[in-house]
C-alpha cells in the first residue's frame, strides 16, 4: 500500500500525475510518481502511463509489476467504456 497525492490537472496535456508521499514504495524507492496521458485518437483515446522513480540501491528491482497493473486497469477501463 502507499500513501498518494495528486498534483494539479494538466488540461493541456490531458495529464494527472500522482506523487507517492509515504508506504512501501518509499521503503524501496527514493522517490516515484505516475503520470497518465490520455491523447485523443479518433473516437477513443490513447492511453500513456509513465513511471518516474529513483532507486535506492541500483539491485533494487524494476518495476515490472506496476506497469503490468497499469496495462491491466488501462484495459479493464477500455473494455468497460466500450460497452457503455
Known sequence: MSKEVMEPIDDKNHSLTYKVIGGLLLELYKSFKFVVQATPKGEGSL?????????????DPELNTMLEFAIGLTKDMDAHLTHE
Open 47 to 59: 492511453v500513456r502511463w509513465t513511471l518516474e522513480y529513483e532507486k535506492l540501491n541500483v539491485d
